[in-house]
């Protein structure tokens, strides 16, 4: 099982205040869990989700280009 955060255990894992937390909370824009006795926490995918480091299940394509020239073309 995946570990819980505390706010405030969460707040110092980020570098964030509480008090900002408890405003991102407000405002939707990264929402916390809800105790039955209405606690915020946090799951550790939340904790990757905001690193960066959240798993996506899309395949990325990556285009490369290059161009082979030869001795008789011009400098570009």
């Known amino acids: 099982m995946k570990p819980t955060y505390r706010l ?3 707040a110092k894992l980020i570098n964030r205040s509480v008090k900002t937390l408890q405003k991102l909370d407000r405002l939707g ?13 946090y799951t550790h995918n ?3 989700e905001y ?3 959240a798993k996506n299940n899309t ?3 990556f285009i490369v280009y290059y161009r082979v020239s030869s001795a008789s073309q011009k400098n570009d």
């Open 8 to 10: 405030n255990e969460f």
């Open 29 to 41: 824009k990264f929402k916390a869990h809800r105790t039955a006795t209405n606690r915020r926490y």
């Open 46 to 48: 939340q904790y990757l």
């Open 51 to 53: 690193m960066g480091i």
């Open 59 to 61: 395949k990325k394509k």
